[in-house]
Structure formats: C-alpha cells, structure tokens
C-alpha cells in the first residue's frame, strides 16, 4: 500500500503591533462588543488547512486578548519590528523563524491574516491555500475590484486645471463599461510559499502571484472610524443573516 502523503505544514499568523496611529489601539478596540482582532481569529481557528496560527505582537494587552479568543500568542515581537516604520515581511520572517526554532522543522506555506479585515471568511482563507497549493504559485492576494476608482476615473491637478492621472478616460463612459477591470489588493489575506517569504524575502509581487477575489462588502480594511462604522453595520447585517437561517 502506497504511503499517505503528509498535509503540508502551514503556518498562519496576524501581525497586531500596540502603536497604531491611524486609530490607536484598533486591533483591540469593541465592534459590536467583540475585539476586531477576535474576528480573525474566530475565523483562522475555523480551518482545516492551517498546522498553527500565532499572533505577532509587541504588545501585552493584545496578547492576552488574542490568548483568550483562542489563538496563539507564544511571544512578544522585538520593538524594532513593531515601529511606525517597519514592515510587514520582516516580523512574518521573525514570526516564521522563532516558531520553525520551537517545533524543529519548517513549514511549507506561510498564510497572513490581517486584523484590519473583519469581514473575510474560512473559506476565503482555505480557498486562498488549495489556490496557493493547487496552482504552485508564489503567492495568492485577496484582491477586490475598483469601480469608482478605476484608473481612468482617477485625476490630478496641474495648474489649477482636472487632467488625467496617467489613463485618458473615454467621453461619457459609464464607470461599469471601462476595461479592461481593475483591482487592488484587500489588505485581507496573503498567502505565499515559505521559501518565497524566507529565502526570496518577498511577501507578494512576483510574476507567479494569483488573485483571490474578494466581494466590496468583504475587503472592508478598518484603517480609520468611518471603516469602523462600516464595519460594524456589515458584521450586524451578516450576524442578523445568519440568525434568519435555520
């Protein structure tokens, strides 16, 4: 009898630093009485993809909030990788390397959920890694598309006057007939192979990078208190859903 071949190991992970500035402490701030952050988790804990999901963060009350909605939080990331200037690859990079020390072997993907997205779902994040995993690319990104702000709508100003910012826009054009479509990442999920990350040191963009796409609705990214109220209105209105369902 031929051997079973193994799952692969797959690490997921969200960076939560405590310095936010945008809305401070945002990763841990209440919409519809539960932290932002919970909802990530609630979700990542739904996988049956994922090996472990740890929490990266230089900040003890966001630890001990993760901990107890279920995620794992087995260290504090150094300081200089929480600053306003950092970015996200080197704490990934830290995050894989300090559990890949603990365990005493690798992973094979490395799946990051971002806090900031509330909205997305298991399957968004299961669909991502059999993308990931199926098609061997570098990376899968949660993208969702742009139509008020499709390339050819976007303008600058140069002496006072509207011009095109870089793609003339077709006279009368509806916003739903210009093309081709365009899109842009949801700042939701990226997945990506672990030697992509670790020994590429990139965290997306290479010519083998695929889309997951994602509805408007679910690429709500909380980055001020507008997107929080947003938020807030679409969680209800899935909870409500949810609730009308049996």
Same mark, same amino acid.
């Given at each position: 009898? =031929? =051997?079973?071949?193994?799952?692969?190991?797959?690490?997921?992970?969200?960076?939560? $630093?405590?310095?936010?500035?945008?809305?401070?402490?945002?990763?841990?701030?209440?919409?519809?009485?539960?932290?932002?952050?919970?909802?990530? %988790?609630?979700? !990542?804990?739904?996988?049956?993809? %994922?090996?472990?999901?740890?929490?990266?963060?230089?900040?003890?009350?966001?630890?001990?909030?993760?901990?107890?909605?279920?995620?794992?939080?087995?260290?504090?990331?150094?300081? /200089?990788?929480?600053?306003?200037? =950092?970015?996200?690859?080197?704490?990934?990079?830290?995050?894989?390397?300090?559990?890949?020390?603990?365990?005493?072997?690798?992973?094979?993907? *490395? %799946?990051?959920?971002?806090?900031?997205?509330?909205?997305?779902?298991?399957?968004? #994040?299961?669909?991502?890694?059999?993308?990931?995993?199926?098609?061997?690319?570098?990376? *899968?990104? !949660?993208?969702?598309?742009?139509?008020? /702000?499709?390339?050819?709508?976007?303008?600058?100003?140069?002496?006072?006057?509207?011009?095109?910012?870089?793609?003339?826009?077709?006279?009368?054009?509806?916003?739903?007939?210009?093309?081709? &479509?365009?899109?842009?990442?949801?700042? !939701?999920?990226? =997945?990506?192979? $672990?030697? /992509?990350?670790?020994?590429?040191?990139?965290?997306?963009?290479?010519?083998?990078?695929?889309?997951?796409?994602?509805?408007?609705? $679910?690429?709500?990214?909380?980055?001020?208190?507008?997107?929080?109220?947003?938020?807030? #209105?679409?969680? &209800?209105?899935?909870?409500?859903?949810?609730?009308? *369902?049996?």
């Amino acid at each position: 009898m =031929a =051997a079973t071949a193994k799952p692969p190991r797959i690490l997921a992970m969200t960076l939560a $630093r405590g310095g936010s500035k945008s809305v401070p402490r945002k990763n841990i701030a209440p919409i519809l009485g539960i932290p932002l952050i919970a909802y990530t %988790i609630g979700e !990542a804990k739904k996988s049956t993809l %994922i090996t472990h999901y740890v929490v990266s963060t230089d900040d003890v009350e966001i630890q001990q909030v993760a901990i107890a909605y279920g995620a794992e939080a087995p260290f504090l990331r150094p300081a /200089h990788l929480a600053s306003d200037t =950092a970015n996200s690859r080197d704490p990934m990079q830290h995050a894989v390397t300090w559990m890949e020390g603990r365990e005493g072997q690798p992973y094979d993907y *490395v %799946i990051e959920l971002m806090a900031t997205n509330p909205m997305k779902t298991v399957e968004d #994040i299961d669909g991502c890694l059999k993308k990931l995993i199926e098609t061997g690319a570098d990376s *899968v990104i !949660a993208v969702h598309e742009l139509q008020d /702000h499709h390339p050819m709508r976007i303008k600058k100003i140069v002496d006072d006057r509207i011009v095109d910012f870089c793609v003339p826009e077709p006279p009368n054009a509806r916003r739903q007939d210009l093309l081709p &479509k365009a899109y842009i990442r949801s700042g !939701a999920i990226y =997945a990506m192979r $672990r030697d /992509h990350l670790m020994v590429e040191n990139c965290r997306y963009g290479s010519s083998n990078s695929r889309p997951w796409f994602l509805s408007a609705e $679910r690429a709500v990214n909380v980055d001020s208190m507008a997107d929080f109220y947003l938020a807030e #209105i679409l969680l &209800k209105q899935r909870q409500e859903g949810a609730g009308c *369902v049996s």
